[in-house]
């Protein structure tokens, strides 16, 4: 089994997808009743976006082994993807069932609930997660989106700054403390922020809308054109994007 494992291991690290599900399936022919191995594979199904056969092996490791947290949080990851938040949220809450102090997973249940709409749910969540660990950057931000969600711009734009005292470089709160500042009408604000989160990832194709967009707001539509074309360059077939494109053309042209 080990040896089957091992390889199986070694060709994912090399790509070799063809033999990886091979080595993986063989070590539970050995094993079948290893709820790491079902884990394993289950990861590697997921990754080839093999959705069904991933969650059946979550599935068995949960039933192989039902005390086992990491199954449980697997197949909560594995329904945020498929969007499916119902299933998310009765499996983070299974896992803190048993780590009831984990500021990790009330995070992951509060994206889970904001999937599902639970804006006040969701909201409380994010408070256990960060009274559990204060200095969790990202629970402070995903605070902010959920009082963003609610139209507290205000409340959002604090949390958007304190999550970016925290972590200065987190790009996603620069991105979406912009978002909040432009609801404020704070254009100058917006910009500044928008080419920060592009600075560090300058492929982020919203960013570069937001941005053209709050540029055409300002009445700087040439450089509007200029953020929205490398946004489309990014993401060719979103077609609000060409719709905002074409209407500044037209702008420019009369």
């Given at each position: 089994m080990v040896a089957h494992l091992a390889h199986a291991v070694e060709l994912n690290h090399q790509?070799?997808?063809a033999s990886?599900?091979?080595?993986?399936?063989?070590?539970l022919q050995i094993l079948p009743e290893r709820p790491v191995l079902h884990e394993l594979l289950g990861r590697y199904l997921q990754q080839q976006g093999r959705m069904d056969g991933a969650m059946a092996e979550f599935r068995e490791a949960a039933r192989l082994q039902p005390d086992r947290i990491r199954p449980h949080y697997l197949l909560g990851f594995a329904f945020s993807g498929m969007r499916d938040f119902d299933g998310a949220v009765a499996e983070y809450r299974s896992v803190l069932r048993q780590e009831l102090d984990s500021?990790?997973?009330?995070?992951?249940?509060g994206l889970a609930l904001v999937g599902k709409g639970e804006l006040e749910e969701a909201l409380r969540e994010y408070r256990t997660a960060i009274l559990l660990r204060p200095d969790y950057a990202a629970a402070h931000?995903?605070?902010?989106?959920?009082?963003?969600?609610?139209?507290?711009f205000e409340g959002a734009i604090a949390r958007y700054r304190y999550a970016l005292h925290l972590s200065p470089d987190f790009a996603e709160a620069h991105n979406n403390l912009g978002a909040a500042l432009v609801r404020k009408g704070d254009a100058e604000g917006a910009v500044e922020e928008f080419r920060t989160m592009l600075r560090l990832k300058p492929d982020n194709a919203r960013a570069h809308f937001n941005?053209?967009?709050?540029?055409?707001q300002k009445g700087d539509q040439r450089d509007a054109l200029a953020e929205i074309r490398a946004?489309?360059?990014?993401?060719?077939?979103?077609?609000?994007?060409?719709?905002?494109?074409d209407t500044l053309m037209k702008q420019i042209r009369r």
């Open positions: 790509k070799q997808d990886v599900e091979q080595e993986y399936r063989a070590a500021a990790w997973m009330h995070n992951r249940l931000c995903n605070f902010g989106d959920a009082l963003f969600a609610k139209g507290d941005l053209g967009c709050v540029l055409a946004a489309i360059e990014l993401e060719p077939d979103d077609q609000t994007m060409h719709e905002v494109y």
